[in-house]
């Protein structure tokens, strides 16, 4: 392929308005470019690594038996109102009207599609199981879309289904979608983390995310790609050092979600679902009468405790929260943050929300900074993280502004239901007992969910069972992000490439190190020079051997300087360059690795042998 005759716009300069390294290299290195707000073209260069990425996944679907097919991206509202989303996804639906005014929206998600396909077409258990995936444009109206592919409009997403008589063959595909989201994971290069996650608005019970972990700043072994000039990092002088790092630390570590995993275990979840280990304690303590006291202008937990003198750790929090409409009390010890998302799971709750200060005195009596536990009435529902069982004579408000109680113990003072609602923090316990929590920033890139019946109860997806009675299809659902793993790979691919001069001056610039499975093109043949008919002849000889050898040639034929020939390779990131350059009519070409810097020099009839060394091409 002539990349002249490519559309590959690349940059100059890194864009102003990107945040994180991958919208900053994919938009200046060609590969995409915004068509308005959290939506983007995908130009040659990310159309090529796209389909590479379904490529992997197809084969690796193939191996599981899921079967390809496409649906609408147009749907019909009455189907999300059938199984009550239609009202519930929030405000991400784009909803629309046609011209005899019926309701429809671009599909987020296809869960009520496939599930009143298999419910009309499917009778009988004798034809389940049935494992179905697509590849497919979904839409959410994002309310602040950013940070390139990451958060948009408009994405490209691998939505599987699967349909079961047993809740033993959906723990069978399950698994099998599990061990394919690895491979598929691997495979594109990424360094992932099976993680709990949360089930959300798809309706799973049991669920696990796919997380690519956000690298730190911290490594620069990591980050740089030396020349064969320079012989290690420590010979980079301190002043460039620290302009590298500048330039490191200027863009933010992306990644919407905190990953908690053991320092000494397999164990890892997201923080919205990580836990700690915990332990009643059993130490018993004489109770103190209930006391009020004057708390004047005290309204944090830090302002108490300073005020009372005593640890932050010995007082509870109360904060009140509606669920579904109805108000429901949370406590938690001192400082300790509440993790919604385990209040609203275990509430089984459609909408959660805190409380205003006005909702908050109609049930306490008292403003924020007051508020506590005793006294409450007994039909508002008190949910206790597990660690206030082991309180004793406790500081909590008194329902009075400008008061709080001290002496409440849990059960004398107050009932309550005991839960893990807190969030964890980094260095506790791993509940396996393995290890301490460490916190890691990650870019979901998968997610698989076990559905049960949510979507066949609410839809009447059944069949006859061996007995002739009809029970419901047992669903999994299994989702890949096919563009968000484009900005994952190059989140943990972007080098910044450091070279020293003929005279002594060290530059570097940022550039992609392209897996091999996903590079647009596996080579860069760049001719240093265009007029010389030498080393034009050697190129087209050297593109047509690679070519008949199953290697995919980008040619840069372009009549330009050839340092930008130079950058433009670096920012595109083709895992190998082949340079014919002054030594063309001996027949010697240069070869260099992206992923190392290492260059070579090899005569052009051992090339194709040497780049079956270098590379994985058979």
């Given amino acids: 392929m002539k990349q002249s005759k490519l559309l590959i716009p690349t940059l100059r300069e890194m864009p102003s308005d990107a945040q994180v390294i991958s919208h900053a290299l994919l938009v200046r290195a060609g590969y995409v470019r915004q068509v308005s707000a959290g939506i983007y073209a995908y130009l040659p260069l990310a159309n090529r690594t796209i389909e590479k990425i379904k490529g992997i996944m197809r084969e690796e679907f193939d191996k599981i ?64 199981p049935l494992n179905l995936y697509q590849i497919q ?135 919205e679902m990580a836990t700690s280990a915990f332990q009643k304690t059993n130490k018993v303590s004489a109770y103190a009468d209930l006391a009020e006291v004057a708390t004047p202008d005290c309204k944090t937990i830090d302002e108490v405790a300073d005020f009372l003198k005593i640890a932050q750790e010995e007082t509870i929090k109360t904060l009140l929260y509606i669920a579904d409409e109805k108000p429901v009390v949370a406590l938690l010890v001192g400082n300790d943050q509440v993790n919604e998302v385990k209040l609203k799971n275990h509430l089984a709750a459609d909408f959660l929300a805190p409380a205003s200060q006005e909702q908050a005195y109609q049930v306490f009596g008292a403003h924020f900074g007051s508020l506590g536990p005793v006294n409450l009435d007994s039909a508002i529902p008190i949910i206790a993280d597990r660690n206030i069982q082991n309180l004793a004579n406790a500081v909590a408000g008194a329902n009075k502004d400008g008061y709080h109680l001290t002496g409440v113990n849990p059960e004398r003072d107050f009932t309550a239901e005991y839960v893990d609602i807190r969030e964890v923090k980094e260095g506790e316990l791993a509940p396996d007992g393995q290890g301490s929590l460490q916190f890691a920033r990650g870019i979901e890139v998968g997610h698989i969910f076990k559905l049960g019946t949510r979507y066949s109860d609410s839809m009447g997806a059944t069949v006859l069972d061996e007995n002739g009675k009809s029970q419901q299809m047992i669903m999994g659902c299994y989702g890949i992000g096919v563009s968000r793993i484009l ?132």
Avoid: C
Wanted: a negative charge; glycine letters at 6%; zero cysteines.
């Fill in 65 to 128: 038996g899921a079967v390809e097919m496409l649906a609408p991206a147009l749907l019909n509202a009455d189907l999300w109102r059938e199984s009550g989303r239609y009202e519930t996804y929030g405000e991400d639906l784009y909803k629309l009207k046609n011209r005899e005014q019926s309701d429809f929206i671009l599909g987020p998600t296809h869960e009520e599609t496939f599930t009143t396909l298999v419910r009309d077409a499917v009778k009988s258990y004798k034809q389940l």
């Fill in 137 to 271: 444009t979904k839409y959410r109206d994002e309310k602040r879309p950013r940070n390139g592919l990451l958060r948009t409009r408009e994405f490209i997403m691998q939505d599987g289904y699967s349909f079961h008589q047993s809740y033993e063959d959906l723990d069978v595909t399950y698994e099998d979608y599990r061990k394919a989201y690895q491979n598929i994971f691997t495979r594109a290069g990424l360094d992932f983390k099976g993680i709990i996650g949360d089930g959300g608005a798809m309706g799973g019970k049991d669920s696990q995310e796919f997380m690519a972990v956000t690298p730190k700043r911290t490594d620069l072994n990591r980050w740089l790609v030396l020349d064969k000039s320079i012989a290690s990092i420590a010979e980079i002088p301190a002043d460039v050092l620290a302009e590298i790092k500048a330039e490191l630390n200027k863009w933010m570590v992306s990644g919407e979600d905190t990953i908690a995993y053991s320092s000494a275990s397999h164990y890892a979840a997201n923080l």
């Fill in 487 to 618: 900005s994952a790979v190059i989140e943990q691919h972007a080098r910044i490439f450091v070279n020293k001069t003929p005279k002594g001056v060290y530059r570097f610039a940022w550039g992609i190190n392209f897996p091999e499975e996903l590079a647009p093109f596996d080579v860069h043949l760049i001719t240093v020079n265009t007029k010389d008919e030498v080393a034009q002849t050697l190129t087209a000889k050297i593109e047509s051997d690679l070519v008949s050898q199953g290697y995919e040639v980008l040619t840069d034929d372009r009549n330009e300087r050839v340092g930008s020939k130079f950058s433009d390779s670096d920012l595109i990131g083709l895992p190998i360059r082949v340079t014919i350059g002054k030594k063309a009519s001996e027949g010697i070409v240069e070869v260099k690795i992206k992923a190392s810097g290492d260059s070579i020099e090899v005569h052009q009839e051992n090339l194709i042998e040497t780049l079956e060394i270098l590379t994985q091409h058979p």
